[in-house]
């Protein structure tokens, strides 16, 4: 192994900068070369590759989005497209890749394995919907964005005793609603791996209001979305005023927390040490608080739990 290549691709995740710099601070240390590949997969195709040295990667730790730019390329489900970046990398004398992303990157990174390209998957996803690993990189901050903005929508229902339903980002997956509805004290939890009954949610608010609850925050996860036409429900049901927030983009953004620019900086580190170790086709994660490695395969595999648990507190919590 001397020389590695390191790109983001898919959603944007904050940490992914954090990433990079482990990855490419590491592999420096250990006497490798790195190359930085702009803009995913399609810039890889497209040669856009450039030498990366420590000051590369100086004072990015803090900062959002990725550095590497990042993109979408439905070419590269095309075998002769991965042929070309294949071919790419061997141009540059790159013996493997790093790729920072979600389950569409590591599926296009095992294909590229399998043509010679040594590569290793870090999470890179602000979703945390990947099974193998506890968190992905990205989880901690856009939680701590949206419980920011969960804080403020609280203060402004209650000044109004409205109900508040705030839709939460996460694709099919209901953990950031779910982590930003136990810190945000949320009224009512809503994910896609637990569904929910619009009447009994309305009566649920009708009690709280009962009980002199001043305000209800609803969070609602975007696997299950429609939050609009929710919170018009909620307001004809109830006769209660009622505000509807989507949360959007914002929740990709921001300064990495603490949490992420560690989880990162580890994550990174072993990505780079695998290889070292010549493997390749693996993803990189944390289970139980130890940084794991698993087969690309069987990491995509694995079933998601949802943790029950939390969800059952939060219901206890809310009343
Ligand atoms: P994420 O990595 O965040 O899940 P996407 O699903 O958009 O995001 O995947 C990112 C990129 O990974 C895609 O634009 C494509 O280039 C590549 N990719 C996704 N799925 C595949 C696949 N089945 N085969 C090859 N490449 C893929």
Do not use: W
């Amino acid at each position: 192994m001397k020389k590695i290549a390191v790109l983001t691709s898919g959603g944007d995740a904050p940490g992914m900068n954090a990433a990079i710099r482990a990855v490419v601070r590491m592999a420096l240390h250990n006497g490798l070369e790195v190359m930085g590949v702009q803009r995913g997969y399609a810039g890889l195709v497209n040669g856009e590759l450039f030498k990366m040295d420590r000051s590369s990667v100086s004072d990015i730790i803090q900062r959002g989005g990725t550095i590497l730019r990042t993109a979408r390329c439905l070419e590269f489900k095309q075998e002769e497209t991965r042929i070309k970046a294949a071919n790419i990398l061997k141009a540059y004398g790159v013996d493997a890749l790093v790729v920072i992303g979600g389950d569409g990157s590591f599926m296009g990174a095992k294909l590229l394995s399998k043509l010679g390209v040594k590569t290793i998957g870090l999470p890179g996803t602000i979703d945390n919907d990947l099974a193998y690993t506890d968190y992905t990189i990205g989880f901690d901050t856009a939680l701590n964005t949206a419980l920011d903005a969960i804080n403020k929508l609280r203060d402004t229902s209650t000044s109004h005793e409205r109900v508040s339903v705030v839709e939460i980002m996460g694709r099919d997956c209901g953990d950031l609603a779910l982590y930003a509805g136990i810190a945000g004290g949320a009224e009512s939890i809503i994910v896609p791996e637990k569904g929910y009954d619009k009447d009994d949610l309305c009566r649920v608010i009708l009690e709280g209001k009962a009980n002199g609850k001043m305000h209800n925050l609803v969070l609602v996860a975007e696997g299950i979305g429609g939050s609009n036409e929710l919170a018009k429900y909620i307001e004809s049901v109830t006769g209660i005023e009622t505000r509807a927030t989507i949360l959007g983009h914002i929740q990709r953004g921001g300064s990495p927390t603490a949490s992420d620019r560690v989880l990162a900086s580890r994550l990174g580190a072993r990505a780079v040490e695998l290889l070292m170790e010549e493997k390749t086709c693996r993803v990189v994660g944390i289970r139980n608080n130890e940084v794991v490695d698993d087969d690309i395969d069987e990491a995509l595999a694995m079933e998601r739990k949802f943790d029950d648990k939390l969800y059952e507190i939060a219901k206890a919590l809310s009343y």
